[in-house]
């Protein structure tokens, strides 16, 4: 999957360990790593397992149209699909299988 960043400082901190473990500490760090590369590996966002210890979802409320990926609880990586416009099913949610691109938003505890 291609991947871009909402922010230099944090394609830095998802792309070299160090800065990660100075930011997040070395368990997290090491979390945020292994999502990364499943991220990369993945085709479309539908290889991502929606069970744990990935569990890919989408997020209600105030981040409604925002995904996200478990890192140490209650931590995770939030992104959303970069497509223009954002492809979806016939009942109006995201296609997952069509999403090949995504922009990475923040690391944050979202509770």
């Known amino acids: 999957m291609r991947i871009f960043f909402k922010t230099k400082r944090l394609q830095k901190i998802c792309s070299q360990q160090g800065e990660a473990i100075k930011l997040l500490g070395a368990k997290r760090a090491g979390k945020l790593m292994q999502r990364m590369m499943e991220l990369q590996a993945a085709r479309t966002l ?6 744990p210890p990935a569990r890919c979802h989408a997020l209600t409320g ?50």
């Open 46 to 51: 539908a290889d991502i397992s929606h069970l």
């Open 62 to 111: 105030n981040r409604s149209g925002q995904l996200s990926v478990d890192l140490e609880h209650p931590y995770r990586l939030l992104f959303i699909p970069a497509h223009d416009p954002v492809p979806t099913r016939a009942d109006g949610g995201l296609d997952w299988r069509l999403v090949t691109e995504i922009e990475i938003l923040e690391i944050v505890d979202t509770h």
